[in-house]
């Protein structure tokens, strides 16, 4: 009964974290950077974004320039070589706690599966 309320509550869990808000990725539109082309430059390379993986359709008319930024800011940002990574990790608490507790019940199985073997 115990090893099946155990398996039940990790799923929960284990689903309710994926769903968390963390994982949200939010609609980024050109009216959020106020016209700031060096604004729109650092987002669309920082993210690694191009005029055929556009998921915030940045580029409207498909020709690399996302918001009608200048072809200057772009190449500032690509050149620059210390653009910003894209932020794809989770430091979300539930998930780390959620991640340790795994860790614990496992090495605990472990430990009482040798115990019962001795």
Known sequence: MKKWFF???SSVLLVTGFVAPAFAQEDVDCGDFNGDGRAVAEFWVGNG???TNDPHRLDADGDGLPCEASQADIDYYRNAGGATLPNTASNH???V???GGIAAAGILMSI???KGME
């Open 97 to 99: 706690v959620l991640g």
């Open 49 to 51: 974004y191009s005029a």
């Open 93 to 95: 608490v539930a998930m």
């Open 7 to 9: 398996v039940l509550l």
């Open 112 to 114: 009482r599966r040798k």
